[in-house]
């Protein structure tokens, strides 16, 4: 007979071998930038678990273990470039009539990051083109960092002011990073948070 004794049960499915090269902090953090890599250089599409597991020098099973499906794993590598544990504190810490900006001053500062824009190119172009992809955009922004945001504040429909929100920046990025629109391709970034605060602002900051 079996026992949860002898310690926990692994978070997903699969238990793979335990070495020096496939256990610990390192194996998912390596786990986690082959993902990045891996979305940014193939697209939702052609990204497989198998070749992240491949470009981490892991195991697939491991894969499973950390994350699950490749859905997780897509949503883990957008978590990596927002880190919304420590975004929300920011964007909430200041006053509530400095929302619009303090979100919007984010939101470009992500995109701007080199670091940062690569995978997010790639979850962006991926969800014009797949649901699951999609899906796990809508999730992740709506979800996990808008809704968090306006569920925390004195207004009505925060779920609608947070879709409002994100289609507004969604649609910045698109423009400005993956289209390349001019002028809006070229211009200061500062010129952008100055022109978007007050709207993110009506959203989010007024009842």
Do not use: C, N
């Not at 981490?56 to 859905?71: E, M, P, W």
């Amino acid at each position: 007979m079996t026992s949860g004794a002898d310690g926990p049960p692994p978070r997903r499915r699969g238990r793979p071998s335990r070495t020096a090269d496939t256990t610990g902090p390192d194996a998912r953090t390596r786990i986690l930038e082959a993902a990045r890599t891996e979305f940014a250089e193939r697209g939702y599409d052609k990204t497989s678990v198998r070749g992240i597991a491949r470009a981490a020098g892991v195991d697939a099973a491991l894969v499973h273990h950390y994350f699950g499906t490749k859905d997780e794993v897509f949503a883990a590598a957008i978590e990596l470039s927002f880190e919304p544990a420590l975004v929300v504190p920011e964007l909430l810490g200041g006053p509530s009539d400095g929302l619009g900006e303090r979100l919007a001053r984010v939101f470009i500062g992500v995109w701007e990051d080199p670091a940062s824009r690569v995978p997010l190119l790639a979850v962006l172009r991926s969800a014009l083109t797949h649901e699951a992809a999609a899906k796990v955009l809508r999730t992740f922004v709506l979800r996990r960092l808008l809704e968090r945001i306006a569920a925390q504040l004195e207004v009505p429909d925060p779920a609608f002011r947070a879709e409002l929100a994100a289609s507004h920046m969604l649609g910045i990025a698109l423009l400005r990073y993956v289209v390349q629109a001019e002028p809006l391709a070229s211009a200061d970034p500062e010129k952008i948070i100055a022109m978007v605060a007050p709207t993110l602002q009506r959203y989010l900051g007024e009842a």
